[in-house]
């Protein structure tokens, strides 16, 4: 079955300070793989997402994030967060079969301090 | 704009009573999604369907049931065989051809048992 792990359930960084969110899947062939944000009270929005090539993906809000095959990762990145990043971000991965539903980790629920 | 409306935005529900929450799309998506989330647990997804008239059950569709008469249209109902409702509910839709696009969310509903 796949399966998506978001170890930290909660992280907290300063204004301007560099961000790294993990993410590791465990899946049997290449897996698209996507980032979602959430803020409270609503719905998620696609911050980015991976097929394949480039394994550095650019996204949205200044976020990028990096496949490694060899680490069944995908970590988020950004090189200086800004207050209005706070809020809970979900990893996600697109199951087998033809349903093709995505698979959502637990979340990491960002706090940025002034 | 195209998007995902649910509504309404928050629902309170008595013990024994069936609810049903709305999902209405203008995005031409083939599939749509149900999503249930509580703290710390992610999204479970409860049901999906990929074309009118035919859906399929997901992680936890206990208690859950839905239909999908038009294209646009995927309500839930909560039913009272559901022990534990309270939660947070998400429907997505996406382009099922073409699941690179990834899911396109509502706002979601805030389901209350009082």
């Known amino acids: 079955a796949q399966s998506v792990t978001q170890p930290d359930i909660h992280i907290t960084v300063s204004e301007g300070a560099s961000l790294e969110l993990r993410c590791n899947y465990s899946?049997?062939?290449?897996?698209?793989l996507f980032w979602y944000v959430q803020s409270p009270g609503q719905g998620l929005q696609l911050l980015l997402k991976?097929?394949?090539?480039?394994?550095l993906v650019q996204g949205i809000k200044g976020f990028e994030a990096e496949f490694k095959r060899s680490q069944s990762s995908f970590n988020l990145r950004k090189p200086s967060v800004h207050w209005s990043d706070a809020a809970e971000y979900f990893c996600?991965?697109?199951?087998?079969?033809?349903?093709?539903?995505?698979?959502f980790g637990s979340g990491t629920q960002l706090t940025v301090l002034p | 704009d195209g998007g995902i409306t649910q509504s309404p935005k928050y629902l309170f529900r008595k013990e024994g009573q069936n609810v049903t929450l709305s999902c209405e799309q203008n995005l031409n998506h083939d599939a749509m999604y149900w999503y249930r989330q509580d703290p710390g647990q992610g999204l479970r997804l409860i049901y999906y369907s990929q074309i009118v008239n035919d859906f399929q059950k997901g992680d936890i569709a206990e208690g859950y049931s839905v239909s999908r008469e038009k294209k646009e249209s995927f309500p839930l109902t909560v039913t009272s065989a559901q022990k534990n409702p309270t939660a947070f509910y998400l429907c997505a839709s996406s382009i099922e051809r073409r699941t690179n696009y990834g899911y396109t969310f509502g706002s979601g509903t805030r389901l209350t048992v009082v």
């Open positions: 899946y049997g062939a290449t897996p698209y």
């Open positions: 991976y097929f394949s090539g480039d394994t």
């Open positions: 996600a991965v697109v199951a087998s079969g033809s349903a093709r539903q995505l698979t």
